[in-house]
């Protein structure tokens, strides 16, 4: 498996931006499709983002779509998330999470290592 560890989170105003990192090791980074996963309190996990293992097709869900964007560099075996316009209902743990597969999946069950989070709290 691949390990993983986030960063890039913080405390940011309504309207402010954060970009997140997910640094990947272990294994060959370019091999796994990736995603960003984010769970509020009390709340289920819910996908954000998707990106395929050679980065030629990405996915946001409709609550991000046009604020955040997910990219990779296999070269530096990272992917982000850019996000701007943040919202209030934005605040969560962020997770980055690996897929041994050309495709990513909205189901955080179909990934096979995650990261330990990162929190993002967006203040009104």
């Known amino acids: 498996q691949v390990q993983l560890v986030e960063s890039g989170g913080g405390l940011v105003q309504a309207g402010g931006s954060l970009r997140l990192s997910c640094a990947a090791s272990?294994?060959?980074?370019?091999?796994?499709?990736m995603g960003w996963f984010r769970q509020a309190p009390e709340k289920e996990r819910e996908f954000v983002a998707g990106?395929?293992?050679?980065?030629?097709?990405?996915y946001h869900a409709d609550s991000v779509k046009g604020r955040f964007t997910i990219s990779r560099d296999n070269a530096k075996n990272t992917v982000y998330l850019q996000m701007n316009s943040l919202k209030p209902e934005d605040t969560a743990v962020y997770y980055c999470?690996?897929?041994?597969?050309?495709?990513?999946?909205?189901?955080?069950?179909?990934?096979?290592?995650w990261g330990q989070g990162t929190q993002v709290t967006v203040s009104s």
């Open positions: 999470a690996a897929r041994e597969s050309y495709y990513t999946s909205g189901s955080w069950a179909d990934y096979d290592s």
């Open positions: 272990g294994r060959t980074f370019s091999g796994y499709a």
């Open positions: 990106i395929t293992r050679s980065g030629a097709r990405t």
